[in-house]
């Protein structure tokens, strides 16, 4: 199976601040790399497909990058509702699997 | 707009099969892959498997003795089936329609809301 490991799994940040958020793969995955968002008792919700294409609907300041091993989710100006948990997700090979989660706070 | 709203008992007994349905709604279920994804509380997110319209499934090896996926394309309807329940299944169930990119990109979206199966005696 492909590990998938996020960093940090916690952060507490402030209304407008720039954050990010990194998965590492266990091996290379190319880009076929999603990110989801999900809040407290709610399913999760895509924002991200393809390591960098933004679903239709979610704000630009969310935002995808990398490519091979290393991706990173930047949420560029922190608002009160992306305060949430945030998982990636590799389709490369079957099982799926995905990140554990980082949590984003409020400081 | 495509919604997806999971349904079936909430307390299984250990041993018992786990038996849930997934409708959904606002949309064909045909030429999609449709996935079965839980999360135990306070924890990560785990793939169960996947269902083609055809049938054809794609299951987690971890849970792939134990699983069974059927697809109802005339009621809009699919369903997991998970034997041999213990305490470790307990979990939120979801159901989310899968898309399908370029290569091997493919993506969870809509979930339905989810559903608690609590495994206890």
């Known amino acids: 199976d492909i590990q998938m490991t996020q960093s940090p799994s916690s952060l507490s940040a402030s209304v407008g601040d720039r954050v990010t958020i990194t998965c590492r793969a266990s091996?290379?995955?190319?880009?076929?790399l999603n990110w989801y968002q999900q809040k407290p008792g709610k399913a999760p919700k895509l924002l991200i497909y393809?390591?960098?294409s933004l679903q239709s609907g979610v704000p630009s300041r969310f935002s995808g990058s990398g490519s091979g091993t290393d991706f990173t989710l930047t949420v560029s100006s922190l608002q009160p509702e992306d305060f949430a948990s945030y998982y990636c997700q590799q389709s490369y090979s079957t099982p799926w699997t995905f990140g554990q989660g980082t949590k984003v706070e409020i400081k | 707009q495509v919604q997806l709203q999971e349904s079936g008992p909430g307390l299984v007994k250990p041993s018992e099969t786990l038996s849930l349905t997934c409708s959904v709604s606002g949309g064909s279920i045909s030429s999609y892959y449709w996935t079965w994804i839980r999360q135990p509380a306070g924890e990560g997110l785990e793939w169960i498997g996947h269902?083609?319209?055809?049938?054809?499934?794609n299951y987690n090896p971890s849970l792939k003795s134990r699983v069974t996926m059927s697809i109802d394309t005339s009621k809009n309807q699919f369903s997991l089936k998970l034997t041999s329940v213990t305490a470790a299944d307990t979990a939120v169930y979801y159901c989310?329609?899968?898309?399908?990119?370029?290569?091997?990109?493919?993506?969870?979206?809509?979930w339905g809301q989810g559903t608690l199966v609590t495994v206890s005696s």
């Open positions: 989310a329609r899968t898309s399908a990119g370029a290569g091997l990109l493919y993506w969870f979206d809509p």
């Open positions: 393809a390591a960098s």
């Open positions: 091996q290379s995955i190319s880009s076929y």
């Open positions: 269902i083609y319209t055809t049938g054809s499934t």
